[in-house]
């Protein structure tokens, strides 16, 4: 097989494998209900299209600079200076194909064979594998629903040794929409404080999606000291409804901002300028549609947990941010089908609920973190409805 060794680690996206399902069999006629994917149901601003469309006809269609056009990254700037508190220099900012590729240079640009991420479960599906991928060694923290999901100074202080590189943070977090507080942060920074050699990837993507009139603190608000081993990454994707963009970015280091440049410049030299240019509308343009937006997804919440804390099995706990939940199934494993099939795993689970009753979520294993399934609010308020009814339905006819 002509398959590179560090590819053996590596598991091909969970995620990615049951949207398709989840399309084959609604192209068959079949009454599906995706909650699957994490992604919102806006579309991209108009200003944002308008801004693509200009740039097409100004002929803005050549290579950029590896690190995005100054004109993105001034923007970029801006928008951390004015939402952030953070002050960068345009050198130390880069620009990539989504967050996802952001991730993916910073990781190849600084892990070798063997070094350590610290990675707490449940995690974005994509860490470990990027990790793996960059030949390095993912060390899971299971974090569970008692700790609301998120990863303790005690826990952080054990998983600590000397390779270690990395600790990925992500507030709000996919799966669950768990909110790292000022304070646990805080908690979070002394034990980083004692070990000058770990580095924070602070994944703020969701950053504007948060709940009950919390606001969003990112680890270097709480501890600036920290800022010359934090890398903040965000993205247009999430808040501007901008995920086929494709424009995510970093701000950090100089060193590591240069070395993911060199990454970059040897694989897909810059992202798209026509998208660059939509980015640079996105972010010095109107913000005042975020809170909106944030209302909407958290009155979303509001149906889906009320729905499925009423079924028998099924515990949801209360997400602060994001557009996703991810109740426990416990108390659906071991039980039978109609079909006489045991339910054995929350893999199991998601399977029953997507060929039996058409509603399509993602199991907690694609995550780190089971028995439990992502369902992703992203969808109109009646179509929430439905899934939960669907579900409640098919959890009610197990034995
Ligand atoms: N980080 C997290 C936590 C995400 O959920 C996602 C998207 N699912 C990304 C990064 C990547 O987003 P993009 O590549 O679209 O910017």
Redesign the pocket.
């Known amino acids: 097989m002509m398959q590179a060794q560090r590819l053996g680690s590596v598991r091909p996206s969970m995620i990615l494998g049951l949207v398709q399902k989840a399309r084959s069999l609604a192209a068959e006629g079949k009454p599906v209900i995706d909650l699957g994917i ?2 919102p149901d806006f579309t991209t601003p108009d200003h944002v299209k308008a801004a693509a469309i200009a740039a097409i006809g100004a002929d803005e269609t050549r290579y950029t600079v590896v690190p995005g056009t100054v004109a993105l990254r001034e923007a970029i700037r801006g928008k951390l200076a004015r939402e952030n508190g953070l002050d960068y220099a345009l050198s130390e900012i880069t620009v990539s ?7 993916f240079n910073a990781l190849m640009a600084t892990l070798s064979p063997g070094d350590e991420v610290i990675v707490p479960a449940p995690y ?1 599906s ?1 860490y470990p594998d990027i990790v793996a991928v960059a030949e390095g060694r993912p060390v899971i923290v299971d974090c569970p629903q008692e700790q609301r999901f998120l990863i303790t100074p005690e826990q952080l202080e054990a998983a600590i040794t000397p390779r270690t590189r990395w600790l990925l943070l ?1 507030s709000p ?2 799966p669950t929409g768990g909110v790292y507080s000022r304070a646990d942060l805080a908690g979070l920074a002394a034990v980083l404080a004692r070990h000058p050699h770990v580095h924070v990837l602070s ?1 703020d ?2 950053e504007h999606l948060m709940f009950d009139g919390h606001r969003f603190a990112s680890i270097l608000e709480v501890a600036p000291a920290l800022k010359p081993r934090v890398l903040v ?1 965000n ?4 808040v501007f409804a901008m ?1 086929g963009w ?3 970015y970093a701000a950090g280091p100089q060193e590591i901002v240069t070395a993911m440049n060199t990454v970059q410049g040897q694989s897909c030299t810059h992202a798209g300028s026509i998208s660059q240019a939509a980015a640079v509308a996105a972010l010095t343009g109107p913000t005042d549609f975020f809170a909106g937006r944030a209302r909407s997804f958290e009155a979303r919440r509001d149906i889906v947990v009320a729905a499925l804390n009423a079924v028998d099995g099924i515990e949801c706990l209360v997400p602060e941010g ?1 557009f996703y939940v991810y109740p426990r199934c416990a108390g659906v494993i071991g039980r039978r089908t109609p079909a006489g099939e045991v339910i054995g795993s929350d893999t199991d689970f998601c399977r029953y609920l997507l060929e039996q009753h058409f509603v399509s979520a993602v199991p907690g294993a694609a995550f780190g973190l089971s028995p439990h399934l992502r369902i992703s609010t992203a969808a109109p308020a009646e179509a929430l409805r439905s899934a939960s009814a669907r579900i409640a339905g098919a959890v009610n006819a197990l034995t």
């Not at 194909?97 to 991730?103: D, R």
């Not at 993205?235 to 999430?238: D, I, M, Q, T």
């Open positions: 994490g992604e194909n989504g967050a996802k590729q952001v991730i974005w994509s992500n977090s996919n994944d993507i969701y990454v993205g247009v994707s999430k995920t494709r424009i995510g994001a």
